[in-house]
């Protein structure tokens, strides 16, 4: 079957760091994805890893562990913007597999 | 360059119609994906479009179907609707042949509600 677990909410403080973890079990694996969706808004793409270990992206970081099924997102230096949903996707054979989304609210 | 683009962005209809929605990709993007999403079960892929061909399908009725066109615009339908087909219709196209391994590009999305 197919599976992807992430938290349902998660709350922090503005110049906080958190980190959003994501679980899959799938039948096939192409790579791992992280999007952002604000409230009403599309989906935006935020980082992509194939290989295991840590992907560098400004304020965010991504990292994977193929042999684990797991990955995670970290947010540095929290800004008020940065709520908003971020949702894990596995790629497999030409489709993405979301979780269902860690709501993350920022607060002052 | 220009995004994504769906229409209509809002629709309702009563149960028992059907709708078409429309996507035109990115300029020079081929592949084409839909998804469902629905607050209790986020999103989930309906299908996948590459030049033409559907490529992938998710788990959903006949009801859903889709096609594509040869300028890489997509249109999916759905027939006698269901109040559980209130949701929001997200397009997402890519520039490679496997949107499995490449960033997806979402348009804003249709949001459907079935009364």
């Known amino acids: 079957g197919q599976n992807i677990d992430q938290p349902t909410e998660m709350t922090a403080t503005e110049g906080a760091i958190v980190q959003i973890n994501c679980t899959y079990q799938?039948?096939?694996?192409?790579?791992l994805f992280w999007y952002q969706q604000h409230a009403g808004e599309a989906p935006t793409f935020l980082s992509y890893?194939?290989?295991?270990g840590l992907e560098e992206k400004g304020r965010f970081s991504s990292f994977l562990s193929r042999s684990k099924g797991y990955s995670y997102l970290l947010l540095k230096e929290l800004q008020m913007k940065d709520s908003a949903s971020y949702l894990c996707a596995v790629g497999n054979t030409d489709k993405l597999i979301f979780g269902t989304g860690t709501r993350l609210q920022v607060f002052p | 360059k220009a995004g994504v683009t769906q229409t209509p962005r809002y629709l309702i209809k009563t149960r028992g119609q059907q709708v078409t929605l429309s996507c035109s990709p990115i300029s020079g993007h081929r592949s084409v994906s839909w998804y469902q999403q629905t607050p209790g079960q986020g999103l989930q892929f309906l299908f996948e479009?590459?030049?033409?061909?559907?490529?992938n399908k998710g788990n959903f009725p006949g009801r859903f179907s889709g096609r594509q066109f040869s300028n890489s615009r997509s249109e999916m339908n759905v027939s006698t609707l269901e109040l559980g087909d209130s949701a929001l219709y997200l397009c997402?196209?890519?520039?490679?042949?496997?949107?499995?391994?490449?960033?997806?590009?979402f348009g804003p999305g249709t949001r459907l509600t079935v009364t």
């Open positions: 997402a196209s890519s520039l490679t042949n496997r949107a499995s391994s490449y960033e997806q590009y």
């Open positions: 799938t039948s096939g694996f192409n790579g």
């Open positions: 479009y590459f030049s033409e061909t559907q490529r």
């Open positions: 890893n194939v290989l295991d």
